[in-house]
């Protein structure tokens, strides 16, 4: 049974940073893409980060370039999303979500994309 397991959510300052991890399980992990989105109130669930499966190739949207890196521990079936530089505009709930070993060719990609979801944690920044 596939599983993605998020955490690491909180309350942090504008200017603070906050490190979101997402385990997966009962899939070969290192075959897998995995991106993490996020989901503001009223707004679509936008794709933020994605990296290859086996390369470990990183892409990002234009809003978190510079800000955000994302990174994987294949061993521990883990990747890693440090968010830094913090906004208000950040504040979301973050998901991370698998596909078959690589980000889309031409972008991020959107939600129809992705194959696995995990629950979501929440990230607020907020003075």
């Known amino acids: 049974q596939v599983q993605l397991v998020e955490s690491g959510g909180g309350l942090v300052q504008p200017g603070g940073s906050l490190r979101l991890s997402c385990v997966g399980s009962?899939?070969?992990?290192?075959?897998?893409?995995i991106a993490w989105f996020r989901q503001a109130v009223g707004k679509e669930r936008e794709a933020v980060s994605c990296?290859?499966?086996?390369?470990?190739?990183?892409h990002y949207a234009d809003s978190v370039k510079g800000r955000f890196t994302i990174s994987r521990d294949n061993p521990e079936n883990t990747v890693y999303l440090q968010m830094s530089s913090l906004k208000p505009e950040d504040t979301a709930d973050y998901y991370c979500?698998?596909?078959?070993?690589?980000?889309?060719?031409?972008?991020?990609?959107?939600?129809?994309?992705?194959?696995?979801w995990g629950q979501g944690t929440q990230a607020t920044v907020s003075s």
């Open positions: 990296i290859d499966g086996r390369n470990g190739n990183a």
């Open positions: 009962g899939f070969t992990f290192d075959n897998f893409a």
């Open positions: 979500a698998a596909r078959w070993l690589n980000c889309p060719d031409y972008g991020l990609g959107s939600t129809r994309e992705y194959d696995y």
